[in-house]
């Protein structure tokens, strides 16, 4: 082999030792060295797939960002120990990924849903440029979100919901897996529209009436209401009592399903909408063509 040949493969030579070959143990003082021993690469044969699976991605969690684009966008990629996969500007509209989907965000921090906690090791978290929440002497008012970037932010979830296969009934709100210590997206993001695309279920509205009819004359018991809220996924008290974490709960529950009024009281239209979502095919579902399906939210 010429110098010149030999100069151009040494190179690869070097790696392909480098990759095959284990370092030698250090030997004792006064004892023989020990030889380097190759390695070999693992067989995998990758000819069979088990049907016992499911996406690592479980849940898709809504948030605002209470931050205009720059700040938002600087908190969620320096180190500020918060992130989301994506951030959905407001202007100009636009979705930016940061943080691959196969990685874990730190977005949910402190969570529970259905029994599972600290959802980040099991969630996709969407950030949306919101400035949330001002209060104000005639109380608290929430900021509006643009069309345009609601239609962004439908078609996103629209996206990573086929491709991770996430169920209908887990695309919630941060305020949904941290009731009181968190209300993003709050009651003015239109959960009605997500529905009406298709991308989670809502309450059928003839079994909501008929229930709502039935809890004006007889009202439920707290117990009731908390036994319901935690089938639904909402982290409850189980006390009867209708304590400030259980009307956290509640005015978590109406901000994602009746944000006309968030006060936390049990009314008997609120105890409706619980019935209906607890109540097998108490949902509807619709489908691509226009038309909705009952859906029975999996608790």
Known sequence: MSLTRLLAVAPALLLAACASVTPPPASAPGTAPVAARAVPLPHIDRSYT??????????????????????????LTTGGQVSAHYLVRDEPVASYALVDENRRAWHAGASFWAGNQNLNSASIG???????????????????????????????????????????????????????????????????QLADAGLVPWPDPNLVLIKRLEHEVAPQSVAWLQARLARIGYKTPQTGVLDEATRDVIATFQMHFRPSDIG???????????EAITTPSGMRLVQPDGSSQPYTWRW
């Open 126 to 192: 969407i950030e949306i440029v919101n400035p949330g929440y001002t209060d104000t002497p005639m109380g608290r008012v929430y900021a509006p979100f643009p069309q345009a970037q609601v239609d962004e932010v439908i078609a996103l979830v629209r996206d990573i919901q086929a491709r991770q296969k996430v169920r209908p009934d887990r695309i919630i709100g941060h305020s949904d897996i941290a009731p009181g210590r968190k209300q993003d997206p709050g009651p003015a993001f239109p959960w009605k």
């Open 264 to 274: 936390g009281i049990p009314d008997p239209e609120t105890a409706a909408l619980i």
């Open 50 to 75: 088990s049907e016992n699976q499911d996406s690592r991605a479980l849940y898709i969690v809504l948030h605002y960002t209470v931050l205009n684009w720059e700040k938002s966008l600087k908190v």
